[in-house]
T-cell receptor, first 112, second 111 residues
Framework: RKEVEQDPGPFNVPEGATVAFNCTYS??????FFWYRQDCRKEPKLLMS???SGNEDGRFTAQLNRASQYISLLIRDSKLSDSATYLC?????????????FGRGTSLIVHP | DVKVTQSSRYLVKRTGEKVFLECVQD?????MFWYRQDPGLGLRLIYF???????EKGDIPEGYSVSREKKERFSLILESASTNQTSMYLC??????????FGPGTRLTVL
């Protein structure tokens, strides 16, 4: 099955910094896209969905570029509490089945 | 709030044992998934189900089977546990092609 690629990091940034993650996917039939956040020893939780028009939720902005097959996540004014692993998820319909594929995650460490 | 529960947080089994991991969701979601998560490999899909008594293989089904007799419950079965099945197992449910809600995970150790 086709892949979803992320830079594993870690991205080590000071508080207040702006940081961006990219995620590339290889299946051009992919239909929906998400960013999840996973804290250490916890389950993944949805951070935001990603739409073609882009979407923003407070300090977080997600973008989708279908032509280049990547999605991005921008975090502005980083907080210590943003330290986590960020997973991108791409949903594709293959053979009539809807199949989610997770990237391996990008680790973010925000330091004082 | 959607709640996905898994039968155990930690489980230790011996090689060759049959292992059952249970997952229950309370939001009437059609779709349920089993993943394993290993360091450096991320989440890998083992099996998924879109309806009662229905199952589909994911990326790594070998050594596993599943059962979905009721909509709210999706069980993962290790027929004969092996040490390479030591991992974190995560169950998730979702309504259609949308957000997945995860359970807290079961950390399985096979000795």
């Amino acid at each position: 099955r086709k892949e979803v690629e992320q830079d594993p990091g870690p991205f080590n940034v000071p508080e207040g910094a702006t940081v961006a993650f990219n995620c590339t996917y290889s299946n051009s039939a992919s239909q929906s896209f998400f960013w999840y956040r996973q804290d250490c020893r916890k389950e993944p939780k949805l951070l935001m969905s990603v739409y073609s028009s882009g979407n923003e939720d407070g300090r977080f902005t997600a973008q989708l570029n279908r032509a280049s097959q990547y999605i991005s996540l921008l975090i502005r004014d980083s907080k210590l509490s943003d330290s986590a692993t960020y997973l991108c998820v791409v949903n594709s319909v293959t053979g009539g089945s809807y199949i989610p594929t997770f990237g391996r995650g990008t680790s973010l460490i925000v330091h004082p | 709030d959607v709640k996905v529960t898994q039968s155990s947080r930690y489980l230790v089994k011996r090689t060759g044992e049959k292992v059952f991991l249970e997952c229950v969701q309370d939001m009437d979601h059609e779709n349920m998934f089993w993943y394993r998560q290993d360091p450096g490999l991320g989440l890998r899909l083992i099996y998924f189900s879109y309806d009662v008594k229905m199952k589909e293989k994911g990326d790594i089904p070998e050594g596993y089977s599943v059962s979905r007799e009721k909509k709210e419950r999706f069980s993962l079965i290790l027929e004969s546990a092996s040490t390479n099945q030591t991992s974190m197992y995560l169950c998730a449910s979702s309504p259609g092609y949308n957000e997945q809600f995860f359970g807290p995970g079961t950390r399985l150790t096979v000795l």
